[in-house]
């Protein structure tokens, strides 16, 4: 098993810059994949970005060029810069991160831009 603790939300105005953190714990051999989704208001949760063990990144059409995805594998965590940030960045974001065969999610955190 895998808990996932993300930290970083908060309310920051447009143009402005936020840091999440994300930190895993528990039994597990090792984590493959580790990623942010979101989700807004009314809406589907959607990807923003992951990161494999390799360093290997996707991102969200949406989110390129503002965002920066990065783990440390050391200490079992992945971060996501997010700079330029706009109002429909506006969302709870979720910790992901996937073992052989298992996918677990943290609790959340907010970001809210305000305009």
């Known amino acids: 098993q895998v808990q996932l603790v993300e930290s970083g939300g908060d309310l920051v105005r447009a143009g402005g810059s936020l840091r999440l953190s994300c930190a895993a714990s528990?039994?597990?051999?090792?984590?493959?994949?580790m990623g942010w989704y979101r989700q807004a208001p009314g809406k589907q949760r959607e990807l923003v970005a992951t990161?494999?063990?390799?360093?290997?990144?996707n991102y969200a059409d949406s989110v390129k060029g503002r965002f920066t995805i990065s783990r440390n594998n050391a200490k079992n965590a992945v971060y996501l810069q997010m700079n330029s940030l706009k109002p429909e960045d506006t969302a709870v974001y979720y910790c992901?991160?996937?073992?052989?065969?298992?996918?677990?999610w943290g609790q959340g955190t907010q970001v809210t831009v305000s305009s």
């Open positions: 992901n991160a996937e073992t052989t065969g298992q996918v677990f």
């Open positions: 528990g039994t597990f051999f090792r984590i493959n994949v």
């Open positions: 990161v494999t063990r390799g360093s290997n990144t």
